[in-house]
Nanobody
Framework: QVQLVESGGGLVQAGGSLRLSCAAS????????VGWFRQTPGKEREFVAA????????FYADSVKGRCTISRDNAKNTVYLQLSSLKSEDTAVYYC????????????????WGQGTQVTVSS
């Protein structure tokens, strides 16, 4: 079992930045892919970014490409999501997830989920 806890969300003005953290416990993430997804009321949870722990390859949704960086800290078993140039449409609950699937942008390929952290961007 992998337990995931997100933190770092909050209220930020448009154009600002935030760094979200996803701390894992129970197992090392070294054999997993870790993804970030976000969800707003009435909409499906959508893919934001993912990282394959082995090799470090990263993937980004077109909506955040160039404004977002996913990274890891091996020693802390933690994944980060740096968001910059934030827009009102980035407002959502952000979730991290871990899984061993190959389709990094699919919710179905992730087995473990955190509880989410709210990001609110004011215009």
């Amino acid at each position: 079992q992998v337990q995931l806890v997100e933190s770092g969300g909050g209220l930020v003005q448009a154009g600002g930045s935030l760094r979200l953290s996803c701390a894992a416990s129970g197992r090392t993430l070294s054999s997993y892919a870790v993804g970030w997804f976000r969800q707003t009321p009435g909409k499906e949870r959508e893919f934001v970014a993912a990282l394959r722990w082995s090799g470090g390859r990263t993937f980004y949704a077109d909506s955040v490409k160039g404004r977002c960086t996913i990274s890891r800290d091996n020693a802390k078993n933690t994944v980060y999501l740096q968001l910059s140039s934030l827009k009102s449409e980035d407002t959502a609950v952000y979730y991290c997830a871990a899984g061993r699937g190959l389709v990094y942008y699919s919710r179905n390929d992730y087995d473990y989920w955190g509880q989410g952290t709210q990001v609110t961007v004011s215009s």
